[in-house]
């Protein structure tokens, strides 16, 4: 079965910094694009930073320059590292893998910015 597990999630200060992780299961790590979305309450789903299987990076505009994300596949992991935290920053932030015919979603973990 396929599974994408996120974690490192938590409380921060506005200013502050997490580290989210995704692991990935059951794919070929590297054929896969991976993302980062997130989601506020009431709010839309959207695409905060992506991955190619070449290495190739995106950013959201909103977190440009705070923001980066990362790949291993060796670990079949790909990270988010979120510098600079804005109280806007709050929402379940999910890892997303992109195949040529399938996709998948991770179950989200929690990040909360407080003021």
């Known amino acids: 079965q396929v599974q994408l597990v996120e974690s490192g999630g938590g409380l921060a200060q506005a200013g502050g910094s997490l580290r989210l992780s995704c692991v990935a299961s059951?794919?070929?790590?590297?054929?896969?694009?991976m993302a980062w979305y997130r989601q506020a309450p009431g709010k839309q789903r959207d695409m905060v930073a992506g991955?190619?299987?070449?290495?190739?990076?995106n950013y959201a505009d909103s977190v440009k320059g705070r923001f980066t994300i990362s790949r291993d596949n060796a670990k079949s992991t790909v990270d988010l590292q979120l510098n600079s935290l804005k109280p806007e920053d709050t929402a379940v932030y999910y890892c997303?893998?992109?195949?040529?015919?399938?996709?998948?979603w991770g179950q989200g973990t929690q990040v909360t910015v407080s003021s």
């Open positions: 997303h893998g992109v195949g040529t015919f399938l996709n998948y």
């Open positions: 059951g794919i070929t790590f590297s054929r896969y694009a």
């Open positions: 991955i190619s299987r070449e290495g190739y990076t």
